[in-house]
């Protein structure tokens, strides 16, 4: 066996994952360079790996949280140190995601959305901000989820 036979392979991202991936991009587009939904829905298609994607979630999710940005910034802002637009792009628009996430997707657990927050940081995102985001939306999720935390914090004793 090679050395490089014994590389253990990361599993297949979901269809999901890789949505949640172009929302980022979306947002990044949004945030920093001005695009508005329709020229990002329009390019995001033509992107490598988008026909991997789910579609819908990429599309709802997108545009939810540009529609409801002035909610997801007063939550996040809350809970950090500085003023949201001091916060590197790419942290402030995984934030936005995942509270979003948070508030509209309540079938999804918590900890897999900041899970998922917290994978987007390290691919995209500086190299420790995955820390400052996981920690943002630890304390998110005690207010939009408290009886989700409340549960998980005791089932761990």
Not at 17 to 27: K, P, S, T
Not at 32 to 47: Q, W
Not at 130 to 148: F, Q, T
Request: glycine share 8%; hydrophobic share 40%.
């Amino acid at each position: 066996m090679t050395e490089q036979d014994q590389t253990p392979k990361a599993p297949p991202k979901s269809a999901r994952r890789r949505a949640r991936e172009f929302v980022l991009q979306g947002l990044y587009q949004w945030r920093v360079g001005g695009a508005d939904e329709a020229a990002i829905e329009a390019y995001a298609p033509e992107m490598d790996g988008f026909a991997k994607a789910d579609r819908e979630f990429f599309v709802g999710t997108l545009r939810g949280v540009i529609g409801q940005q002035e909610t997801l910034v007063e939550r996040i802002s809350a809970h950090i140190d500085r003023p949201f637009g001091e916060l590197s792009p790419v942290e402030a628009c995984v934030m936005m995601l995942g509270s979003f996430e948070m508030l509209n997707h309540p079938e999804t657990p918590y900890r897999v959305i900041i899970n998922e927050a917290i994978e987007l940081t390290k691919s995209f995102g500086g190299t420790d901000g995955h820390k400052y985001v996981n920690g943002v939306l630890d304390k998110v999720a005690a207010i939009l989820r408290p009886d989700e935390v409340a549960a998980r914090k005791q089932a761990r004793k």
